[in-house]
């Protein structure tokens, strides 16, 4: 046994660059993926990887003094540094935690399928990171293994059961039919979503405002392209953090918001490349788990999940994904007790409405309503969870950046389930046991719904099945009707010239 805990030890220490193509190659091999395919996957994961690190190191490298100059300046106390997406999963998969949920994620998977507590086909594996990222802080709070991976399950059972019950928003609203997004940033705001929406209709007069998203999103224009907005981000970060140092002259002012300018447009357009490469990694695994279980779940009716990265073409998505930049930036400014400030995480935003738009079913005033409230949210949370994010860092030999102290992500590390399981934690087994029995109940209960759509379903089935023996049965009747006319005639025809 200590071989293989040392062995598992030794690919976690090598850091997620080295760890995620082995894992990869490791999992492909077992779903009998070719070997050169599943090598192939392993290694653009770890390229890709190395390509997210490298642009955080860049942008944290320009943005620091930035930031050190606005905090003394301006008296903020934003000391939280946003590493982005890329750096959280990094450090979620490069625990003993986030190694074992990929195996325990399918199956998860697999379990629920078969009790009917899903009906979700979770081929989105790189996104599993969510769940362990949830195991991850809380290892990195109790130091439980155990107990870490039981959480980060219940946070899987949950994304699961969401995904199923906004399935049939995703095909209207989004136009996805037979897909559900199973993801832990899109899926885990859709309870929020979902109450404000409803209390909004019960506002006299705000249940009135509809705004066109189609019209809105065509009058931003260049606002879209991540190298602009980026551009516009970055300039203005440069003057806040350099244009008023009274040691710096004009020139060298204009020369490090320029600098500041073309690095924040270089890595919104950067990062969603080097996370193409990583994903691309990803398909060979996803494609040979979705074939098996296909397979074994033939004949029943299964949804496929993906990456929401599938629903950001919506208009009002796209839209969010722009205006919601500088909403953040100046929340993150305004909140009493946030210390978190949204960097690299802002190009990832669009991933957190998806489903919100499914749930307003694409109204944009209210989608920006609920953005603002949980990106709000998130600030807090994010700064909340700083200190063991940091620490899950350091557990997954994730290189901190030099002169920042604590780090976070607007991804994962501002999200309300796993700030929830670390409050469950911190106030005791009975918490955490109110918790798992919850999530259990949860899953009963989507098991319940589940049922009732398949016996509709069933009896849509058959409805269709007497209608169609009617219809074929009436063009039997007809047909015969037509052969005894012939043959009448042909009988009255041969009488007739006897």
Not at 33 to 43: H, I, M, N, T
Not at 167 to 189: I, N
Request: proline share 5%.
């Amino acid at each position: 046994m200590s071989v293989v805990t040392n062995a598992i030890q030794f690919i976690i220490d090598l850091g997620p660059t080295v760890m995620m193509p082995i894992i990869m190659l490791i999992v492909g091999l077992c779903i009998r993926v070719p070997f050169l395919r599943a090598l192939k996957g392993g290694l653009l994961v770890g390229i890709g990887f190395i390509g997210l690190n490298a642009t955080v190191t860049i942008l944290t490298d320009v943005v620091q003094p930035a930031v050190n100059n606005m905090v003394e300046l301006f008296g903020l106390n934003l000391t939280v540094i946003d590493v982005g997406w890329p750096s959280a999963s990094a450090i979620a998969f490069g625990t003993a935690v986030g190694v074992t949920m990929i195996p325990l994620g399918i199956l998860i998977n697999v379990i629920m399928l078969l009790t009917k507590t899903t009906k979700t086909v979770d081929v989105d594996i790189w996104d599993f990171w969510h769940f362990a990222f949830s195991g991850s802080i809380v290892y990195a709070l109790t130091q439980n293994m155990v107990l870490s991976l039981i959480l980060a399950s219940v946070n899987m059972v949950v994304i699961m059961v969401i995904a199923d019950r906004m399935a049939k928003a995703t095909e209207e609203v989004l136009g996805l039919p037979g897909v559900t997004f199973p993801h832990g940033l899109a899926a885990s705001f859709v309870p929020i979503a979902w109450v404000m929406d409803k209390a909004m209709d019960k506002v006299p007069g705000l249940n009135k405002i509809h705004l066109d998203e189609q019209a809105i999103n065509k009058k931003m224009g260049l606002f879209r392209d991540p190298a602009i907005l980026g551009l516009i981000v970055g300039l203005l970060l440069g003057v806040a953090g350099f244009a008023f140092m009274p040691d710096l002259t004009t020139s060298e002012k204009v020369a490090q918001i320029l600098v500041m300018g073309v690095t924040v447009s270089a890595v919104l357009v950067i990062t969603p490349k080097m996370a193409a490469i990583l994903m691309e990694g990803i398909i060979p695994v996803s494609e040979g788990i979705q074939s098996i279980i296909q397979k074994r779940f033939a004949g029943r009716k299964v949804y496929i999940g993906l990456d929401c990265a599938a629903g950001i073409g919506h208009p009002v998505v796209l839209a969010m994904s722009v205006i919601m930049v500088p909403v953040t930036l100046l929340l993150a400014v305004i909140l009493p007790g946030n210390e978190f400030l949204p960097l690299v995480g802002l190009c990832g935003i669009c991933f957190q409405f998806p489903l919100i738009v499914a749930v307003t079913k694409g109204d944009f005033f209210r989608t920006f309503v609920i953005g603002v409230v949980v990106m709000g949210m998130g600030l807090m949370i994010g700064t909340s969870l700083a200190p063991l994010f940091t620490s899950a860092a350091a557990a997954s030999h994730f290189p901190i950046p030099e002169g920042a102290n604590l780090i976070s992500s607007i991804d994962y590390g501002s999200n309300p389930i796993p700030w929830l399981l670390v409050q469950a934690v911190n106030h005791g087994w009975i918490w955490v046991t109110l918790v798992v029995v919850a999530t259990i109940a949860l899953a009963v209960w989507n098991r319940k719904l589940i049922l009732e759509e398949e016996k509709a379903e069933k009896a849509q089935e058959d409805e269709k099945q007497r209608q169609r023996e009617a219809r074929r049965a009436a063009r039997r009747a007809k047909a015969q009707a037509v052969q005894n006319t012939v043959e009448e005639t042909e009988v009255q025809s041969g009488l007739q010239n006897a």
